[in-house]
């Protein structure tokens, strides 16, 4: 009898990809989507997934279809991420109390439970680099609140029985992500990055190395509680990535001139701050702070493969010429 598996998030860039990778090994997969899912983002696993429909804010309704099913592994992957415009009661309830729920039914029947997070929880720029496990943590914004606040409930929990694991990708990059790796390359295709007086190191994570981390936990018999931060073996200079993909859009570096005095950076964080919009603060301090983390633990425990950035980072680029639309 094949293992059962519950998903959730996965016609998200994450989920989909780790939906992927084990579908390659037969599970027996249940995964939780939104009810207004457009079919084209779950077509390609219509046959081999048991696709329900729920959305996570309503807590109600999960409680009554987790009070009435049971599985082997639980991966907890949705979530409503940073700079959407939703209340926080919504952001609360999808990412903090569905989470909880989630916990209780693993706890319950003794199921494995794996939790996708953030490094965000370390804050957007972490107060020490490379952040590690006991770097503090920063709710700067509510969804890094929200995320740590899940962490506590899983590692509450763990302390009475709960076999879970927690997984804190930085950014990632891939085919078919609108984030901020491919902000990047549009900022750079039009000239329009411009950097800070100062080296800036980055740590993005490669979709592809992060399924694997997914699929090496459920596999795998790991200590309940373990907190792995999963991202590309190293992090890479920002002037350094911007040159690679300039290269690989135009055949020449990215232009030197585009260098200005660090302070309207951070003028423009003091002023997306003031209108309280979460997105454009992180776009500021994105590029112009340094941010990366210790993944030792993930490469030495998982035994997952190491990637360099560059130049794996032609992947996206690649991508990003072709003629595409957003599902």
């Known amino acids: 009898m094949s293992e059962k598996i519950l998903i959730t998030g996965s016609s998200g860039f994450i989920g989909r990809n780790v939906l ?7 599970y027996e997969i249940t995964a939780l989507i939104r009810p207004c899912t457009t079919a084209a983002r779950i ?20 409680k009554t279809f987790m009070e009435a099913n049971t599985f082997d592994t639980i991966i907890h992957i949705g979530a409503l991420r940073g700079g959407r415009k939703c209340s926080k009661a919504n952001y609360f309830d999808t990412n903090v109390n569905a989470t909880e729920q989630l916990v209780l039914n693993a706890q319950q029947h003794n199921s494995k439970f794996i939790f996708c997070s953030s490094v965000g929880v370390f804050g ?19 969804y890094h609140f929200t995320k740590i606040r899940a962490e506590s409930i899983i590692q509450k929990h ?5 076999k879970a694991a927690i997984i804190r990708p930085a950014i990632t990059y891939g085919i078919g992500d609108f984030g901020f790796p491919y902000t990047l390359i549009k ?20 979709v ?4 694997q981390a997914f699929l090496k936990l459920t596999e795998s018999d790991f200590t309940p509680g373990v907190q792995y931060n999963v991202a590309d073996k190293e992090p890479v200079e920002l002037h350094e990535l911007a040159n690679f993909i ?23 964080e003091k002023i997306s701050r003031f209108f309280k919009n979460e997105l454009w603060t992180a776009r500021f301090e994105l590029i112009s702070r340094s941010w990366y983390y210790d993944t030792i633990d993930a490469y ?28």
């Open 300 to 327: 030495n425990d998982l035994l997952i493969k190491p990637i360099k950035t560059i130049p794996n980072f032609k992947i996206v680029t690649d991508w990003y010429k072709q003629p595409k639309t957003k599902k």
């Open 187 to 206: 900022l750079i295709d039009k000239k329009l990055l411009y950097f800070p007086d100062s080296d800036v190191r980055i740590h993005l994570t490669d």
């Open 246 to 268: 300039s290269k690989e859009l135009r055949g020449q570096s990215y232009p030197v001139k585009k260098n200005i005095d660090m302070k309207y950076f951070r003028r423009g």
């Open 43 to 62: 077509a390609e696993f219509t046959v081999d997934v048991k696709f329900v429909e729920i959305d996570l804010a309503n807590i109600l309704k999960l």
């Open 20 to 26: 992927r990778q084990l579908l390659q090994k037969k």
């Open 208 to 211: 592809e190395l992060l399924s």
């Open 124 to 142: 957007a720029i972490p107060l020490e680099l490379p952040a590690n496990n006991s770097t503090k943590k920063q709710p700067d914004n509510y």
């Open 158 to 162: 763990v302390m009475y029985g709960l």
